[in-house]
Structure formats: structure tokens, C-alpha cells
């Protein structure tokens, strides 16, 4: 897709954030920009580009009116709200740096942020958020200063958010805003934190947008898209789906505050695009999978003839070849008689661009996806890339199983010990630090090592290995790579979760999680009776067990000697981020699940 038109005289893109909502609510005024649930939650409020611009002014007073000048940070713990999005927009247009933090972090994590970041203010969602906030107002070491509280009535002692929008905007104070140059910091980003204390990324405004324009060339999507919004703001990921790349199109953002009702909005928006973490990816998959077993013998065979035709057309696409004339016709043939009903069903029948990131897409989960003619653009980056940094794309080429090639504000190529490297206009400019100056990691050359280890084929793409520190040496010296295990491993639908472990040891071991919507649909429809689908009671069915070693022993075919797990144990319960063993990404903290399964794990090698 390609920018919204300009007017005479205006530079091609805007140079940062608050020029592009001046621009758009100026080109663009009625064209909807922003949508949230009704309070009954029966449909959607929306707010024009016009109303974007008025409302973020109104908001921006109300901030300077705290004391909230340019450079300042401002910290925001929201869920995907209304409040969240324009705020953010309201302190860029101020010229303060937005500073989102996951909902789900610790205590600590709250408190090593503020006093990184040295913020004097902070916005939060409702009365929880604000009592773990609240002890910092009386921490000498944290300059907090102040409480924003967003949930009408649970404001207690502090400011609610409503006071923010109490007066008038003074015209003088208009002509205030939007002075934030290219090189100002737009945001910080603070890393999830899987191996350690969470990193602030400052990104700049030409950084974003650099990144905003490359991802736009590699991608192919009518004018205006609808976006849903439900990963965290905090993860860089939304930060240019749902915020920063709307800018720069125009487009339309759903918000969707809580992450589990996104397959009822995606069944009502019907989006033309989708991005998926692979987790969501795989349970969607788990979902349509369960309908297409409750078909008819006759249909369900129907499907799945359908399904290869669409494989065999994919594959020719990623080849590069145009698909046989015949082949072509009956793709298009099946793909309305069959698949499209299919993915109506979930809400997926209109969507162009479908893509994924954060962590590696098990390739079986990308080819069921194939087979219902949805190429899932698998795309890799880091905060520190401010986000994509190569990805595959039906403009440019597609190898499922990759991540794709670089997109053009970047190069990558590969060091000696086969570490990724990548420098380019998207490349962050460092790490905050407390006393507010900005520690650069690039090297003399402006080369960021990003810790990936990988390899780029002949015709540019990227292939992923693993981590650099996750990376499993055996006590014989052998390299494995966790999440290549681990992705075979979950091949079986029974097996929802895995984690390999073996460092400094002979062999591997594993520690598995039930998936809690395929087991239960698994056991019924073999008659097991296993306490209504409880993961704990279906984990110690002896017909569940016998069906997750046959599970491992056919991972281990897959695998050679040296990756093969030798013993496992089959856990009673999902890892999740309220527990603490998943990024809110939903990424696996390997040393937070290591150490709270240390008994499993030693038992393991003890048998």
C-alpha cells in the first residue's frame, strides 16, 4: 500500500508523529481512525481523524496543566483503551516521551522503570494499578510525583482522568504543539525482560517512521485497513501496528482491551489484515482444526482436498512461479466454494496480509495455514530494530519457515559465529539511562549484534536458529537449538507448551503442557472422562500419557541423535503471564520456569 496522497508543498511523509495526525485529520477528517466498546459491549464508539486531532489537543493541555513538558517521560499502565492510545498521542504532540509498561509486571519491574526513566507522572488504568504504584510516591530513590487513574470512582487519592479534559484549549496553546523534531525521542520501550531487568529502547521519530515506510513497501494492502489492537502497548510490535503505522495510513484501529475476546472481534471486524504471535496463531489453528473434526466424513474429506490444492498454489508462489493456468482456476474455485466459508467462521474470509513475530512460527502451524490459502508473513526484529527488521512478503518474496528478507531501511548480515547483525535508519539509538543520557551499544561500524543466531540463503532470506544465549551445548559439545525441539515437539495438537532443557548435560529433557483446547476436545472424542477437560486430570490419564509418548518418540524420529529427548514430564498447568513463565508477548521465560520446575528437571536426570 502506499501513503495517503499529499497536498501541494507538503513533504512526501511528514517527519514526525504529530505531523502525520495533522496531516491526516486535515486530508482525511471523517475517515474513522479509532473504535472501542460501547460500555455494554454490544458495538463500538469510533472517533474520526478530526476528532483524533481536536481530542489529543484537548488532552494535551491537560497534561501541560500537571507540568508535563517537552522531553519529559510519562509512564502509561493500560490495558488497549481508548485512554491509552490518545494519551499517548496527546504527550508526542506536547513533545514528552510516552512510556508504556505491561500490566502483568512485577512490583519490581514497576519500580526499576520509574526510576530509570525518572518519571513524575504516571497514568493508570484503575485502583489495582494504582497500588502498585502508589508506594513509589514515598520512594526518595523515584522522582513520582503523581498519579493519573483512569476507572471513573477508583481514583482514591489521586487525580482522576477526567479532570485532564475539564477546560477549554486555549488557541495560544494550539499553536504550542506538534514542534517535535526528527531526531527527538518518540518513545521508550522497555524490553521484555526474559533473561533480566527490563532494557528502556529510545526510539526516535525517524527511526518509527523509517521503519513505518519500509514495512509499507513490503506489504500489499488496500487504503485506510482496519487494525485490531490487542497486544500490550508496551511490546514494540503494537506500538507500530496499532499506533504508529495507522499514522502513517490512515487507517482504522480497533481496540480490543482484553486479549482473550480477540476472536469475537475478529469474527466482527473482519479484518484485511491480522498480526499473530505464533501462540495465537497456534490456537486459532487448534480452533478450526476442532470444527473441521466435527464435519461430516464426506465434507471434512472435502476440506482437506481443498487444503491441497491451496498448499500446492502456495507453493508455486513461494517458488516464484506463477501457478499452472489449471491450477490457478481451481485454487479459486475452492477457495470460494470451500475455504472461505471455513475462514468465515472466524472472522478471517476478507483478510490480504496475515503475518508473525516475537518468536519462531512452528512450520507445521504455517503449512495448516497454507492449506486454507493464508500465507502467514513470518517477520523477525527487536525493539532495538524498532520492530521489523526483515520479513517476508507477497511483494517481495515469500520461504515459509524464514523470516523473510530485510526490509529497506535495513541491512543484516551474519558475524563469523553466525550471530545476526543489522545497522540502518530503524536501528535504535541506545539504552536509557538514569541520569537521562542515551548508552549506544552499535559498534565503530553502527553494527547492532542482536543475540539471534541464523543464516541468510542464497536469495537473501533470513533463517533463524535460535538465541544466542538460549542455545543448549551439551556436555559433549554439541549445539542444539531449544525452540527447533521444542516447535517439533508441539507438532502433536495434544502438546500446547514445551521446554527443553540440557546444558552441560548428556542428553535432553523436556517439560511439557497439555494444550488446554485441544486435550479436552482430544479426550472426548475418544470417551475420556477426565474431570470436564481439567489439564491436571487429563495430564495423569494413562490414555493421555500413552499418547504423549507416542507424541515424543515421533518428534525423536524427526530429530537427529543429539536433539532427541530422552525423558520428559507432563505438567498439570498452562504457563501464562499472570504466572509469571510468559513474557505478556508470550514468550517463554526459560530461567522463571526452569527454576520453579528445578525438583522436575533434576528428577529427570535422576531416573
Request: hydrophobic share 40%; with cysteine; net charge negative.
Amino acid at each position: 500500500m502506499t501513503p495517503a496522497p499529499r497536498t501541494d508543498g507538503e513533504p512526501a511523509t511528514p517527519s514526525t508523529l504529530p505531523l502525520l495526525v495533522e496531516h491526516n485529520a486535515r486530508t482525511h477528517p471523517d475517515l474513522p481512525a479509532l473504535s472501542w466498546r460501547t460500555p455494554d459491549g454490544t458495538g463500538w464508539t469510533t472517533l474520526d481523524w478530526a476528532g483524533v486531532r481536536d481530542h489529543t489537543a484537548l488532552l494535551a493541555a491537560g497534561y501541560a496543566a500537571l507540568g508535563v513538558g517537552r522531553g519529559d517521560h510519562v509512564l502509561l499502565m493500560m490495558a488497549n483503551r481508548s485512554e491509552h492510545w490518545l494519551s499517548d498521542l496527546a504527550l508526542v504532540r506536547l513533545g514528552a516521551v510516552p512510556v508504556s509498561v505491561y500490566g502483568t509486571s512485577a512490583p519490581e519491574q514497576v519500580r526499576h522503570i520509574a526510576r530509570n526513566c525518572r518519571a513524575a507522572l504516571a497514568v493508570v488504568e484503575g485502583a489495582a494499578q494504582a497500588g502498585v504504584w502508589a508506594p513509589l510516591l514515598d520512594d526518595p530513590d523515584t522522582p513520582l510525583a503523581r498519579l493519573v487513574v483512569v476507572e471513573p470512582g477508583e481514583e482514591g487519592p489521586h487525580l482522576p482522568y477526567t479532570a485532564l479534559t475539564g477546560e477549554p484549549v486555549p488557541e495560544s496553546f494550539e499553536k504550542s504543539l506538534d514542534t517535535a523534531g526528527p531526531d527527538d525521542p518518540l518513545t521508550v520501550v522497555y524490553t521484555s525482560g526474559t533473561t533480566g531487568e527490563p532494557k528502556g529502547v529510545v526510539l526516535t521519530h525517524r527511526q518509527v517512521l523509517a521503519n513505518a515506510v519500509a514495512l509499507d513497501a513490503a506489504v500489499e494492502l488496500p487504503p485506510h485497513v482496519e487494525h485490531i489492537c490487542y497486544l500490550p502497548f508496551a511490546h514494540i510490535a503494537e506500538r507500530m501496528l496499532g499506533i504508529y503505522l495507522p499514522c502513517h495510513r490512515a487507517s482504522h484501529v480497533y481496540l480490543c482491551a482484553d486479549p482473550t475476546a480477540v476472536a469475537q472481534a475478529v469474527r466482527e471486524v473482519r479484518p484485511r489484515q491480522f498480526f499473530g504471535v505464533p501462540r495465537i496463531w497456534e490456537k486459532l489453528a487448534v480452533a478450526v482444526r476442532a470444527g473441521l473434526d466435527l464435519l461430516p466424513e464426506e465434507q471434512r474429506q472435502g476440506v482437506e482436498r481443498a487444503m491441497e490444492v491451496a498448499r500446492e498454489h502456495v507453493g508455486h508462489r513461494e517458488r516464484g512461479e506463477a501457478p499452472p493456468a489449471e491450477l490457478d482456476a481451481a485454487y479459486t474455485q475452492v477457495r470460494e466454494k470451500v475455504l472461505k466459508p471455513v475462514l468465515a467462521a472466524g472472522g478471517l474470509d476478507r483478510v490480504t496480509w496475515t503475518a508473525s513475530a516475537s518468536a519462531p512460527m512452528p512450520l507445521d502451524v504455517v503449512r495448516f495455514w497454507s492449506g486454507l490459502g493464508v500465507v502467514i508473513m513470518d517477520a523477525w526484529g527487536l525493539t532495538e530494530t524498532t520492530g521489523v527488521a526483515t520479513t517476508n512478503s507477497p511483494r517481495t518474496g515469500f520461504r515459509l519457515g524464514s523470516v523473510g528478507r530485510p526490509v529497506s531501511s535495513v541491512e543484516v548480515r551474519v558475524a563469523e559465529d553466525g550471530e545476526i547483525l543489522v545497522r540502518g535508519a530503524s536501528v535504535f539509538s541506545g539504552y536509557l539511562q538514569p541520569d537521562g543520557s542515551v548508552r549506544s551499544v552499535l559498534d565503530e561500524d553502527g553494527w547492532l549484534a542482536t543475540g539471534d543466531i541464523g543464516r541468510i540463503d542464497d536469495d537473501g532470506f533470513v533463517w533463524l536458529t535460535d538465541r544466542k544465549k538460549e542455545m543448549i551445548i551439551t556436555s559433549t559439545g554439541k549445539n542444539v537449538s531449544p525452540a527447533l525441539v521444542e516447535n517439533t515437539l508441539k507438532e502433536h495438537p495434544l502438546i500446547g507448551q514445551a521446554l527443553v532443557h540440557g546444558d552441560n548435560r548428556s542428553y535432553l529433557v523436556a517439560l511439557l503442557v497439555l494444550d488446554p483446547e485441544a486435550a479436552p476436545s482430544w479426550a472426548a472424542a475418544r470417551g475420556i472422562d477426565a474431570g470436564s477437560g481439567d489439564l491436571a486430570a487429563l495430564a495423569a490419564h494413562p490414555a493421555v500419557r500413552e499418547e504423549v509418548d507416542r507424541a515424543v518418540a515421533a518428534a525423536n524420529t524427526r530429530l537427529n541423535r543429539t536433539e532427541q529427548v530422552k525423558r520428559y514430564r507432563l505438567l498439570a498447568r498452562e504457563w501464562g503471564p499472570a504466572t509469571g513463565e510468559l513474557t505478556p508477548s508470550l514468550k517463554m521465560r526459560r530461567r522463571v520456569i526452569r527454576d520453579r520446575h528445578a525438583a522436575e528437571l533434576a528428577d529427570l536426570y535422576a531416573e
